[in-house]
């Protein structure tokens, strides 16, 4: 996945609106517009760093002369102590943008490590390691973004990128079946189908229509493993609900083509990063 720069900075335009508004009482009253320092980011936590450009980005619109060194990209590992980058600007310029900076940096090294960690568990399976449309409102891209940084992959981007049949779908219009037949005949030729099944009978109905993925939703491995036989590759099956980085290692090994995880994104941890004056 990559990220178009207006995105990035129509994203950081807004969090900085929000945080600054007109003035910042404590830097603009105390600091001298002229002075200029050095920080840089030092990490407290060991992981998979994501977001140093986004973040080094917010200085550089709050100042056009700030400049950087940057000593560990995206993607590589950090460990506690490692200085991550230097940034050298206007004082006022550092103080303003430190936490908007750090908020981006922070949550998307989180979901990088996170993902990481996950993707290490199955390693040795076909399973591959992927997110949801569990996002925090606003912060998508970044998040989805990360999720890739960690070595994992991107389940459909929004409503517009596949036809999903979820269990309210289902409740809403009735069968498997016809609800598969009567998307085909609307829908274009490009798209594909994805239903969600919680038992093997369900499975057996989604393959009987030829739904191109097939979502197991809370199933047993055991059960799991049974569908991967039944389905004898006719379909991609996804592995969805309740999973863990304790439980995810067994499900890889039912052979699921898929593994999907909300918490990647929905309510990770932060990575644990701190700004420095130099």
């Known amino acids: ?33 002229d002075k ?24 550089t619109l709050l100042d056009p002369t700030a400049e950087f060194e940057v000593l560990i990209h995206d993607g590589e590992q950090v460990k506690k102590g490692d200085i991550i980058a230097r940034m050298t600007a206007h004082t006022r310029a550092l103080l303003k943008g430190e936490r908007t900076a750090l908020n981006i940096l922070q949550h998307m090294s989180g979901i990088a490590t996170a993902t990481n960690k996950c993707v290490k568990l199955v390693e040795g399976t076909k399973a591959s390691v992927c997110d ?6 606003g912060l998508r891209i970044f998040q989805k973004y990360a999720v890739t940084v960690g070595g994992g992959k991107n389940h459909r981007y929004n409503l517009s990128d596949c036809a999903m049949l979820k269990d309210t779908h289902l409740d809403a219009y009735g069968s498997i079946t016809g609800a598969v037949n009567a998307l085909r005949e609307k829908m274009g030729h490009t798209v594909k189908i994805e239903v969600e099944v919680g038992d093997l009978n369900g499975l057996q109905e989604a ?3 030829g739904c191109e993925i097939i979502m197991l939703d809370n199933m047993s491995c055991e059960d799991m493993a049974k569908a991967v036989e039944i389905t004898a590759g006719r379909a991609k099956l996804e592995a969805s609900g309740n999973v863990t980085e304790k439980t995810i290692a067994d499900i890889a090994k039912t052979g699921v083509d898929i593994i999907s995880l909300g918490a990647l994104t929905h309510s990770v941890q932060a990575f644990d990063i701190s700004m420095k004056m130099v």
């Open 207 to 209: 393959l009987d229509v």
């Open 36 to 59: 200029v320092d050095t920080a840089q980011y030092v990490a407290k936590a060991e992981g998979v760093l994501c977001g140093i450009d986004i973040a080094l980005r917010v200085f």
């Open 132 to 137: 949801t449309r569990k996002t925090l409102p």
């Open 1 to 33: 996945m990559r990220l178009m720069q207006f995105q990035i900075d129509d994203m950081i335009k807004n969090a900085l609106a929000e945080d600054i508004n007109y003035i910042d009482v404590t830097t603009d009253y105390l600091v001298d517009e």
